[in-house]
Structures are given as C-alpha cells and as structure tokens.
C-alpha cells in the first residue's frame, strides 16, 4: 500500500494511497487492514478495536491511522457503531481489545491534547449555568485538580465564545439557547481545551444553515492549524464538500481514504447495503441521494 500522506504547506496532495475494503479470509471472517499508513507520532493511531454489547460485537477489530491537518468524516448507516467508536476511543465505555495511541503514546498519556464534542441530545441542558462556564469547562483539563479558573483562563473561553459567533450570549442560561446556540457552545468549549485532535459526534445535527456554515468554517481554520478533526457525520450529500477523507463503518471498517477514492457507489453499497439510493450526477458517478 502507497503511504498516506496529509496536505502540504500550499494545500497541494501528494501521491493518494492505494484504497482497499476489507477482504475475506480464508475462514469467511473479514480482516481488519490499516486503510491509513501506520505514524509514529499519527494523532490517532488505533488497531483492532473491539466493543461489546451484551455479548455481541458492536464495533468489531477496526484499525486506522490518521495523518494531521485534515477533516475526516465517520460515516455509516444508524447502529453501524460510530458513537460507540468515538466513545471507546476516548475511554467512555469499555473495550474487549484494542489498542488506541494518541501522538504515539498510549491515549491516557495525551488526553489533554484532545477535544470532544458529543451529541447535543447526551447533555442535560437544563443545568443551571450559563454559557460562559460551559466554555470555561474546556480549560479544567490544562489547570489540574486544585486550581480553579483565573482571568487568563476566562478571557480564553470569552474569546472561544467570540469565535463561534456567541460573545453576547456569554452569561445566558445554557437551557435558554436554541439547538443551534448550544451546539455552538459545545464547540466553543472545545476550542478551550486547545487540542490538537477534536473528535465530534454529529456536531452538524439539528443546526440551521447558518449555524453549520459557521461550524464548517471553524474546522477549515482548525485544520489549517494544523488540527486533525474526525466528525461523525450523517448528511452525505456534504461530504465532497466538507471533508478531506472518508472512514466508512458498518461495526466494521469498510474503507477509509481520501473523499474522491473512498466516497464512490460502490463502497457506500457495501456500507449501507440495501438502505441506499443513488442519483446520477452530471460526473457519471452515482451520487447519493439518500443513505439514512
């Protein structure tokens, strides 16, 4: 397999990789590959993965690397294990095997050099407190078990807040926020913890289009920070649009790599099988039409 190389400095990719979905065995099981080339310092480096849910696999030995600087999309059908991946990568949930490496070091090694955004629907919005001390969370991590957040660390998370459009609503009540404003604020908090790698389940769901254009916005600056971003992802027919590279999931790995190799007819069938359709698009590719 070609190496995996990210963007260089003016924006132009160097040579793609070769790009393979899992093949069969000669006993009938799948093999789980390295769709990215295997770093010493990847932002995320993991193999074989495996989660379980009452005895029964969940997401089943995936192995990826990812290379820095880029926007990766999760992609799968509902119940295809994405959350779940993101949640096990990070410690969440439990494991049955695997190993996750962060910058080449164990993940706990490196926690403080990643950020999460979950689901807006797993927060309970009626906490009572405001905006500005859901961003300032974002900074606990950098200030240990004993100091409490000073002016530095404030005047981080009201600067957070300024990126993501939502200074003026610093001390509003979080349960006072529309879906969008909230999500807004996930993001902000984020951007406090000053990561290097973010992780983000569904940070597009629920938002206007004024919203998402924001948040895409955001990530593109982000990347060109040199910040490796992997957001899991519903709505395909963004995808060109937005990302960089492609990992497909069906409790498996499919296939991952580069968006004009990966996010072809062909491996979306085999990701979500039956629950596809395809409009013909003015390339001669199948487009997605529907994949939900």
Same mark, same amino acid.
């Given at each position: 397999?070609k190496?995996?190389?990210?963007?260089?400095?003016?924006?132009?990719?160097?040579?793609q990789?070769t790009?393979?979905?899992?093949?069969?065995?000669?006993?009938? $099981? !799948?093999? +789980?590959h390295? *769709?990215?080339?295997?770093?010493?310092?990847?932002p /995320?480096?993991?193999? =074989?993965?495996?989660?379980?849910?009452?005895?029964q696999?969940?997401? $089943? !030995?995936? +192995?990826?690397? *990812?290379?820095?600087?880029?926007?990766?999309g999760l /992609?799968g059908?509902? =119940?295809?294990?994405?959350?779940t991946?993101?949640?096990?990568m990070?410690?969440l949930i439990?494991?049955?095997?695997?190993?996750?490496?962060?910058?080449?070091?164990p993940?706990a090694?490196?926690?403080?050099?990643?950020?999460y955004?979950?689901?807006?629907?797993?927060?309970d919005?009626d906490f009572?407190?405001?905006?500005l001390?859901?961003?300032?969370?974002g900074?606990?991590?950098?200030?240990?078990?004993?100091?409490?957040?000073?002016k530095?660390?404030?005047?981080?998370?009201?600067?957070?807040?300024?990126?993501?459009?939502?200074?003026?609503?610093?001390?509003?009540?979080?349960?006072?926020?529309?879906g969008?404003?909230?999500?807004?604020?996930?993001?902000?908090?984020?951007l406090?913890?000053?990561a290097?790698?973010?992780?983000m389940?569904?940070?597009?769901?629920?938002v206007?289009?004024?919203t998402?254009?924001?948040?895409?916005?955001l990530?593109?600056?982000?990347?060109?920070?040199?910040?490796t971003v992997?957001?899991?992802?519903h709505d395909l027919?963004?995808?060109?649009?937005?990302?960089?590279?492609?990992?497909?999931?069906?409790?498996q790995?499919?296939a991952?790599g580069p968006?004009?190799h990966?996010?072809?007819?062909?491996?979306l069938q085999?990701?979500y099988?039956?629950?596809?359709?395809?409009?013909?698009?003015?390339?001669?590719?199948?487009?997605?039409?529907?994949?939900?």
């Amino acid at each position: 397999m070609k190496p995996f190389t990210a963007t260089n400095s003016t924006g132009s990719k160097s040579a793609q990789p070769t790009i393979e979905p899992h093949q069969q065995s000669d006993n009938g $099981q !799948q093999q +789980s590959h390295t *769709l990215f080339t295997k770093q010493e310092n990847s932002p /995320l480096h993991v193999q =074989g993965l495996t989660v379980t849910y009452h005895h029964q696999p969940v997401v $089943q !030995q995936v +192995s990826f690397s *990812l290379a820095a600087g880029r926007l990766i999309g999760l /992609l799968g059908p509902n =119940g295809a294990g994405k959350s779940t991946l993101l949640k096990a990568m990070l410690g969440l949930i439990p494991s049955l095997s695997g190993q996750v490496n962060v910058f080449g070091k164990p993940y706990a090694s490196h926690r403080r050099r990643i950020g999460y955004v979950p689901q807006r629907e797993s927060v309970d919005w009626d906490f009572p407190t405001s905006a500005l001390d859901v961003v300032l969370m974002g900074t606990y991590g950098r200030l240990g078990l004993f100091r409490r957040p000073g002016k530095a660390e404030r005047q981080t998370a009201l600067h957070c807040l300024d990126q993501v459009g939502m200074a003026d609503y610093a001390e509003r009540q979080i349960s006072q926020l529309s879906g969008g404003q909230q999500q807004r604020i996930f993001l902000a908090r984020a951007l406090a913890q000053q990561a290097d790698l973010y992780l983000m389940d569904e940070p597009f769901a629920g938002v206007d289009a004024m919203t998402e254009k924001a948040i895409i916005t955001l990530l593109e600056q982000m990347k060109q920070q040199g910040k490796t971003v992997l957001v899991v992802h519903h709505d395909l027919s963004t995808v060109q649009a937005y990302f960089d590279d492609v990992l497909l999931l069906n409790r498996q790995l499919i296939a991952a790599g580069p968006v004009e190799h990966t996010f072809t007819a062909e491996l979306l069938q085999q990701t979500y099988g039956g629950k596809m359709a395809f409009l013909q698009g003015a390339d001669q590719q199948g487009l997605l039409l529907a994949g939900k």
